[in-house]
């Protein structure tokens, strides 16, 4: 069973920077495609971005383009997000995914607990 468990979020301030981090268990990680995505509160799943099994050129929504890295260490099983500049409309629950774009939105993912990501001033 996929096991992933996100770490990093937190509370900051507007205009600053969190880097989260997803640890994954349990299936072959460098043969997966692995997203981002999130979910405000009273919104659905939003997907975030997206990186290739070989750690390719990262794909990202409009909302986070320029602003957000993903990058992926596959020796150690690690996926990682760098927000910086975060907004407050980017306050959500952040996952990691299974699959690319938004079919890491759907039931069909594997995703983790997620880790709160709250940005006020």
């Known amino acids: 069973e996929v096991q992933l468990a996100e770490s990093g979020g937190g509370l900051v301030q507007p205009g600053g920077s969190l880097r989260l981090s997803c640890a994954a268990s349990?299936?072959?990680?460098?043969?997966?495609?692995m997203s981002w995505v999130r979910q405000a509160p009273g919104k659905g799943l939003e997907w975030v971005s997206s990186m290739n099994s070989a750690g390719g050129a990262p794909a990202y929504a409009d909302s986070v383009k320029g602003r957000f890295a993903m990058s992926r260490d596959n020796a150690k099983n690690t996926l990682y997000l760098q927000m910086n500049s975060l907004k407050t409309e980017d306050t959500a629950v952040y996952y990691c995914a299974t699959g690319w774009g938004v079919f890491a939105t759907t039931g069909a993912a594997s995703r983790g607990q997620g880790t709160q990501v709250n940005v006020s001033s």
């Open positions: 349990a299936f072959t990680f460098n043969t997966r495609a």
